[in-house]
């Protein structure tokens, strides 16, 4: 059985995030979105709010569950026994941040980490720029999927 985590903040979770799981459900037998908690982050949702929107984006898709965790991602691995890290990468910067944690990850633990590239019509949403659109009364409903609705 082939388990990934794919972690992250998911503060929102944005269409960029949904491509790389819906992708990711073909080449792992289970995805489990582990939204980080880091107290030290200010958060624009909370956790509820982030671990119910991917809940409802993902509702019909059976390989995807998602849950909350503090500590190290290679930590979550060894609990949980997944063998693999799933990421997406969307630009040249993504990956050299992106590969320094995989490479501590692999000299830590034996996990592995498989990159997705983003698709091109996702490559330039971020988290960040999602709650940048909202907290100015943006337009940002194309940036993310239908579960994350602001009223």
């Not at 880091?38 to 809940?55: G, L, Q, T």
């Amino acid at each position: 059985m082939r388990k990934a985590i794919f972690p992250g903040s998911f503060d929102p979770i944005t269409l960029g995030h949904e491509d790389i799981i819906k992708r990711g459900v073909s080449l792992f037998d289970e995805i489990v979105i582990a939204i980080g908690v880091n107290a030290d982050k200010k958060y624009m949702f909370s956790i509820e709010d982030r671990k119910r929107f991917i809940e409802e984006t993902f509702k019909d898709e059976p390989k995807v569950s998602v849950i909350t965790y503090e500590g190290l991602t290679i930590d979550l691995c060894q609990r949980i026994k997944a063998d693999f890290i799933l990421r997406g990468l969307r630009n040249p910067a993504d990956f050299e941040f992106e590969k320094a944690i995989a490479h501590t990850n692999r000299h830590l633990s034996k996990i592995e980490t498989v990159f997705l590239l983003t698709a091109a019509r996702t490559s330039y949403i971020s988290s960040s720029i999602v709650r940048d659109v909202l907290r100015n009364g943006g337009e940002y409903q194309m940036l993310v999927p239908k579960a994350v609705r602001v009223k």
